[in-house]
């Protein structure tokens, strides 16, 4: 509840590295999450989220978690670790817990090809 009622790094890196947009089909939830890599480390990750109260928790969660990570280190992040971190969520919600991560993965994507990094095989 704390992370709904007061929800961290609200809003958009300027000059963002990386950028991803992920939108939830079932229940039109949308992320917009924004990161700045500064030696291999995210330094600055910020999100705008259309959505339930869980989704905006777990965004808010998400960058708590990958902030000061390494890029390498931050795409191991799974929905499991976001809601692991929010304390479990009911079942029912466990959909904004990968809205999360896969926001998280699009914008190190996103950087890592405009960088002409190759992304790990195992990254969608």
């Not at 963002?16 to 924004?34: E, M």
């Not at 708590?64 to 969520?89: F, K, W, Y």
């Not at 919600?93 to 809205?99: A, D, F, N, P, V």
Request: charged share 25%; with cysteine.
């Amino acid at each position: 509840m704390d992370h709904f009622r007061h929800p961290r790094n609200v809003g958009e890196v300027e000059d963002a590295d990386g950028i991803g947009k992920v939108v939830n089909p079932v229940c039109g939830d949308v992320l917009l999450l924004s990161i700045k890599v500064e030696g291999n480390k995210l330094v600055d990750i910020k999100f705008k989220t259309f959505g339930c109260g869980p989704a905006i928790a777990a965004s808010s969660i998400i960058t708590e978690i990958a902030s000061g990570m390494t890029v390498e280190d931050a795409l191991r992040i799974t929905e499991l670790d976001v809601v692991d971190a929010h304390d479990g969520l009911p079942p029912i919600k466990g959909h904004c817990s990968k809205l999360a991560a896969d926001g998280l993965r699009e914008a190190i994507v996103d950087y890592m090809r405009s960088n002409e990094i190759t992304p790990p095989d195992w990254v969608k």
